[in-house]
Nanobody, 122 residues
Framework: QVQLVESGGGSVQAGGSLRLSCVVS????????MGWFRQAPGKEREGVAT????????YYSDSVKGRFTISQDNAKNTLYLQMNSLKPEDSAMYYC???????????????WGKGTLVTISS
């Protein structure tokens, strides 16, 4: 069973930065997609940034493109999300997930972390 633990969330003013981390217990041969998703109260879960290991491709939602960067450190089994120029609308619970393939809202993901809260104030 793959386990994921997120960290790095917190409260920051608009325009600030945060770096989220996700420690993955193990990578399997079927872990083709790794990514970050978020969900704010009363809103649908949305994909923020994903990485397709099979093709080496990345995806960013239009709302975060140019501000967020997804990366990984295989030696530490850790996935990162660097978040810059944060806006109040970025406030949400952020989840790390891995799965067989990437999809918009993470419906295809097999394992999820418990989330880390990000709050951006004006």
């Amino acid at each position: 069973q793959v386990q994921l633990v997120e960290s790095g969330g917190g409260s920051v003013q608009a325009g600030g930065s945060l770096r989220l981390s996700c420690v993955v217990s193990e990578y399997t041969v079927k872990t083709y997609c790794m990514g970050w998703f978020r969900q704010a109260p009363g809103k649908e879960r949305e994909g923020v940034a994903t990485f397709n290991r099979l093709f080496g491709s990345t995806y960013y939602s239009d709302s975060v493109k140019g501000r967020f960067t997804i990366s990984q450190d295989n030696a530490k089994n850790t996935l990162y999300l660097q978040m810059n120029s944060l806006k109040p609308e970025d406030s949400a619970m952020y989840y790390c997930a891995v799965g067989r393939y990437c999809s918009a809202a993470g419906d295809s993901m097999d394992y999820w972390g418990k989330g880390t809260l990000v709050t951006i104030s004006s």
